[in-house]
């Protein structure tokens, strides 16, 4: 079978690991597998060597408008040569791409749902153009009962709720025997409220000897900033993105989410 996985990056995010992954696996199981992204970019996530791999590459177009319908144009193009059996898509703005990329070619669609639809889908007009284009995928996949049931009955009738994938080498790594430290791994912006927790590790700071490390990319700076206001400027680390998180956090006492929208967290 051939399978198309189509997302706007794996440069970085849960979401993206975990398409990588489902990719290589399907492919490990002798499926044809082709990853394809909007953008292309200088670092992303490993995957399996049987994978191929496709930018619709878009990081040059400006406006919103022309961008989408360029990536519409190009991924409709790629899927009438290429006919795969099924086309995946993750996340918001290519589960719209790919819903009308693929309108009148025969090609099944599975749309898969990454994050809380209050948010992901929350403004007037995602909102609207979800509950009409979901309609023609022909299955949704969701992380959680509350996200599938803020759609319409006809499209919970195609849907699935599928947990998030664990990795076998966090079962394989062993923990050190001497941890320490308070550690999170997730994007730095507002969604994954990383402020709470450095207001919240501020409360404790003086009772424990542990200190907080925030592994991910984004607005570091303001994060340091925050930290140093709260008079625990020295006890806040922010590394930056990893690319092997199990090494990074076996050391760890503790793994904590502060996240506002993940109660099935991709990370």
Partial sequence: MKIFFYINTISSGGAERVLTNLATEMSTRGH???LITSFPCSWEYSYGEDVQRISLDL?????YFKRN??????LRKLLKSERPDILVSFMAEP?????IAKLGSGIKSILSVRSSPDVEYGSNFTSFLAKILFRFGDAIVFQTHDAK???PEVIRKKSFIIYNP?????YNTKLSESRSGIVTVGRIDKFKNHRLLIESFAKIANQVNDNLIIYG???????KLYAESLGIG???HLPGQISDVPTFIKSARLFVLSSNVEGMPNA
């Fill in 32 to 34: 044809e597998c082709v």
């Fill in 59 to 63: 990081n040059k177009i400006e406006g």
């Fill in 69 to 74: 319908v360029i990536l519409i144009y190009r």
């Fill in 234 to 236: 020295q006890r806040v």
């Fill in 217 to 223: 990319s984004g607005d570091v700076t303001s994060l």
């Fill in 95 to 99: 589960n719209f791409r790919a819903i």
């Fill in 149 to 151: 049931i803020w759609f």
């Fill in 166 to 170: 664990i990795d076998r080498v966090f």
